[in-house]
Structure formats: C-alpha cells, structure tokens
C-alpha cells in the first residue's frame, strides 16, 4: 500500500522529503531557515487548537483538535511545498520535545501512592491489550506497523503514543493517521460509555476513576470521563492514566529491540535501544518526582507540552488523506474496537479486583 495519494502534489513532496533530509541539513549558513515557515504554522496551529480546547471545547483534547484541523486542510486546500521542511520537523522533534515534558506530569511517588493492586492493574491493563492487540491484528492480516502504532495508542496514552511508536518503525504516512483516527473515534466514544456502564454495574465513585484510567485513550478524554463521575473518580483517574503512560518507555524500548533483533543485517540505520527522547522523559520524571521545580514552572511546562505536542499533531494531521484512509479498508477499525474490548475487560477485571482505598 502506497503512502503517497497524488504523485505530484505539494503535499507529497512533504511525505518523499520525509526519507531524506532537505540540503540544508548540510549548508552551513541558513541551516535552520528552511524549517521555519511550517514550523510556524504548525505551532500557530497548536495554539490554536490550544485555545479552541480551553474556551470552547473542554471536553475535546487539544491534539484531537489539531489533528482534525491538519486533517481538514490536508483534504480541503494544497499544502504549499515550502512548508515542509517544517511540517517534517514538527512532526518529529517537536513531538520529542512534547513528550520530554509530558514527563514533568508524572510523580513516582504520587503513582506508588495507588499501592501494588492499582499498580497491577495499570501493568495488565497495557501489557495484555499491548500484546492482545498485536496478535489479534496478525490474525486480521494487518502489518506489523499499523499493529505495533494501534496497540501503542490504546494501551499507553492515545495519540502521542502512535506518534513516539511511528519513530520507532518503518509505518507509513497512511499507517499513522488510521491509528491515531481510531484513538479519536474509540477514545471519544469511551467518554459516555465507561462513566454509564460504570453506574449500571454500581462500581463506587473511586473504582470507577480506576476503571476509566486504566481503559480511556487519551488524558483529556480521561479528564473528560472522570469529571462527569465526580471529583473523587477525576482524581484516580488522572494519577491512574498517568501512570500507564509512564510504560511507554519500556515499550517503546521493547520496540526498538526487537527491530534491532530481526533486522540485524538490514544495512539502514536501526534506532538506539532507549531512544534519547524516552531518556529525557525518564529525566523530566525523576524531577519532577524530586519536587525542585515551584509549581509555576510546572504550570508553564505543561502549556508548553501540550503545545508542542498539538503542533506535532498538527503536522500529522496533514498526512491524513481520506481517500488514503478509505483504502485501508475495515480490518484496522475492527482491531480498534478489539483492542478497547479487551482493555476495557482487563482493566474492569482488575477494578473489581483490587479496588482503590
């Protein structure tokens, strides 16, 4: 399958730049000029997803938004050719970036808090919808990228997830806006659907936080999801959801070897096995678990995260082609729904389990 829709369009002459760095890589005057005018739309385009999430859609995360804002460019106007040198850059070192300081989000000591129930719970939950997901997509015939970027989403931490796996593998343009789509329509339709039966099943308002961080996609959709349970349940359910995304440096180390193993004579360039993105979210952590930063700059930080990774978002948004989309037929939807089955089964199993105190 192709990754390319309309040979001789602007917008594909982004995805051939993306397998080879433009010339100015190697000048030594300008170097960064080429870069510039996308990645300010990328950024103008982050910050305005920002402020559409802050002001008139709460309950819509920002990098949906900016996903869908790409989208609809991509699908409605040509992308102009200078742009991509930017698009290219925002879509991989500003993602990095974003995701270094998704770290300053997460305390070990307020996760350890849970206790090693609620911790098992969160190790389950992504390792068996993580490997679910694999094997039930080999099954569907779908390829080992598309399968590795869907399992990520799902089981970690949405979007960002897909993207962080996408440095990890060989997925095509195509591959990556199918998975991150599915992590909107599933993640979206978790929202109503876990508070609701959540209730039918008369789970208390703490083990229903549990069981929608540890199933929802993405964190605004946690956020979303727990705020209409209560503050008790929005509480859980963030630390909980953070938690989870806390493994996705051991997965995506996992990734990484095991392309290193099965492509050992492959003659390209393997990635590192701890990627140095994943060490300086690692790093962001333990600072922020060592509480040396006020909380003005943890403030600051995270408007920044999310801005970057919006831009990120932003950047993939313009590969999602729907006509390339159409083409990839039924099978990766259905893996969605599977996967969100199974990570809902598991992570409810082990609510009921290993309930919060």
């Known amino acids: 399958m192709s990754n390319k829709s309309q040979p001789g369009t602007s917008a594909d002459h982004a995805s051939d730049r993306a397998t080879a760095p433009p010339p100015a890589h190697r000048q030594p005057n300008g170097q960064f000029m080429p870069f510039l005018p996308g990645s300010i739309v990328c950024m103008a385009a982050g ?22 804002l790409g989208a609809l460019w ?22 990095r970036s974003g995701i270094v300081l998704l770290g300053l989000q997460l305390s070990l000591s307020s996760i350890l808090e849970l206790g090693p129930g609620v911790l098992l719970v969160v190790v389950l ?37 897909v993207a962080a796996t996408e440095n990890a593998t060989k997925a095509k343009e195509e591959e990556v806006a199918t998975a991150i789509g599915l992590v909107v329509l599933f993640g979206t339709l978790m929202i109503p659907a876990v508070p609701f039966f959540g209730g039918l099943l008369g789970l208390p308002e703490k ?38 995304v806390l493994m996705l440096a051991p997965i995506m180390a996992s990734i990484v070897l095991y392309r290193r193993r099965s492509e050992p004579r492959s003659g390209g360039k393997l990635p590192p096995v701890v990627p140095l993105f994943i060490l300086g979210f690692v790093a962001a952590m333990l600072l922020r ?36 989309l159409l083409r990839v037929g039924g099978r990766p939807v259905l893996l969605g729904l599977l996967s969100t089955l199974v990570i809902l089964v ?7 389990i290993f309930p919060p105190a």
């Open 47 to 68: 910050l305005l997803a920002w402020a559409l999430a802050k002001n008139l859609m709460p309950a819509v995360s920002p990098l949906l938004i900016a996903v869908l």
């Open 74 to 95: 991509r699908n409605a106007l040509p992308i102009p050719g200078f742009l991509s040198p930017g698009i290219i850059f925002s879509s991989k070192k500003l993602l």
């Open 125 to 161: 939950s992504v390792v068996v919808t993580f490997t679910a997901t694999l094997w039930l997509g080999k099954l569907l015939d779908i390829s080992l990228p598309q399968r590795l970027l869907i399992a990520s989403g799902f089981s970690i931490c949405g979007a960002a997830a």
């Open 207 to 244: 083990s229903l936080g549990l069981w929608i961080g540890a199933s929802t996609h993405e964190v605004a959709q946690v956020v979303a999801a727990g705020g209409a349970v209560g503050s008790a349940a929005l509480a859980v359910a963030v630390t909980v959801k953070l938690a989870r």
């Open 289 to 324: 678990t060592s509480d040396a930063l006020p909380s003005n700059v943890l403030g600051l930080a995270q408007v920044l995260q999310t801005l970057l990774l919006s831009a990120a978002m932003f950047a993939l948004g313009l590969g999602v082609h729907l006509r390339g």
């Open 346 to 352: 598991i992570s409810l199993t082990g609510t009921l």
